[in-house]
């Protein structure tokens, strides 16, 4: 359990350089947080959107298509409000027409960064933090990117089938989205999944882990988000770090680990990483905090509609010092050890 070990001993650095520990950023680079973007997410339109993807007759399960599709058109309907480019991308399983729904903004003269989450659900239950505030994020993201001036195009995705059973296998949205680029040969600078980002807990005992000594690093309080990456990762994610932890008003911890720990890959991030790609996840850590995981209680007046608002602007506000072109300034990369 070696690997184990030296897992531990990374994650506790990692712990040690989280956010406001300076201006010096996660990964050696610096952030001039006093000119991050001001605009902030809309905890209104946050629960209107709630309340249309996870009130709805039915449940959002690879079993329901039309609910499915209905999901589908919702988010694209949002999509086009704000974004020229929009489309689904449909693929057959068993027969059945599923979708992903994807809007684009920015150039196509450079890598692409992608942001998603999926919107299907594990069986019947209404799916508020799995994943409808992923979802829920992507809409928001959309409405604030509007107009930006972006160096690196980026397109939010909405995955369908990430659930059981097709988890792990060529039928996830997220894997059909992430093939079709290397197929494509689209230059892909990274990706970002947004799995489950709206419970959270102040009671002491409320977080668990995969491996106990974790809670000497990061606590047994359920309120913060987690930036999940591997430990090879690369430019994209060192970037984006940087800037979530100094700009995050949430309480941040990040793990840097090896794929085999239990957890790190549980999202749409794990096809993007099984083609070579730079990507990372943000969670609450899902059923290691909320209990409600893929359960009949996992609505939305389970979830902390304020934090979670923090955190879609801490991703956005991300996201502009990775892709936009007059902020590139403010990015600056300090040398530091291998």
């Known amino acids: 359990m070696k690997w184990i070990f030296l897992s531990l001993v990374f994650i506790h650095l990692t712990h040690m350089f989280n956010k406001n520990t300076g201006k010096i950023g996660f990964d050696g680079y610096s952030v001039n947080s006093e000119e991050a973007p001001v605009l902030k997410s809309d905890t209104t339109l946050i629960v209107e959107h709630l309340s249309r993807i996870t009130k709805a007759d039915g449940f959002r399960n690879y079993q329901n298509p039309e609910l499915l599709n209905r999901t589908a058109e919702y988010i694209l309907s949002v999509f086009r409000k704000y974004a020229d480019t929009t489309w689904f991308q449909t693929y057959t399983v068993n027969g059945i027409t599923y979708k992903n729904v994807i809007c684009r903004f920015g150039t ?12 299907d659900v594990c069986g019947d239950q209404e799916g508020a933090d799995d994943n409808g505030s992923g979802v829920v994020a992507l809409l928001e993201l959309a409405r604030m990117m509007k107009g930006q001036s972006l160096d690196h195009p980026v397109e ?6 990430e659930e059981p059973p097709y988890f792990r296998t060529p039928y996830m949205g997220s ?17 970002l999944a947004i799995e489950m980002i709206g419970f959270f807990s102040e009671e002491r005992g409320s977080q668990s882990y995969p491996v106990k000594p974790m809670k000497v ?20 994610v060192k970037r984006f770090s940087s800037a979530f ?5 949430v309480r941040t911890n990040n793990i840097k680990a090896p794929a085999k720990l239990p957890g790190i890959d549980f999202s749409d991030h794990l096809n993007y990483w099984s083609l070579d790609y730079d990507a990372l996840m943000v969670t609450n850590t899902a059923f290691y ?19 979670m608002s923090l955190v879609i602007d801490a991703i956005y506000q991300s996201l502009l010092k990775v892709a936009e072109k007059e902020n590139k300034k403010n990015l600056k990369f300090r040398n530091k050890p291998a």
Request: positive net charge; without cysteine; proline residues 3%.
């Open 245 to 249: 932890n100094q700009l995050s008003e």
């Open 108 to 119: 196509q003269q450079q890598p692409l960064i992608v942001v998603g989450a999926h919107y």
């Open 175 to 191: 894997y059909v989205h992430a093939q079709s680029l290397k197929e494509s040969g689209i230059s892909v600078y990274g990706m």
């Open 289 to 307: 905090r909320n209990k409600n995981y893929h359960r009949p209680s996992d609505t939305m007046e389970t979830l902390d509609i304020s934090r």
């Open 217 to 236: 690093a990061y606590g047994r309080t359920g309120d913060f988000i987690l930036l999940a990456k591997r430990t090879d990762h690369g430019a994209f």
């Open 156 to 161: 939010l995705v909405a995955y369908s089938l």
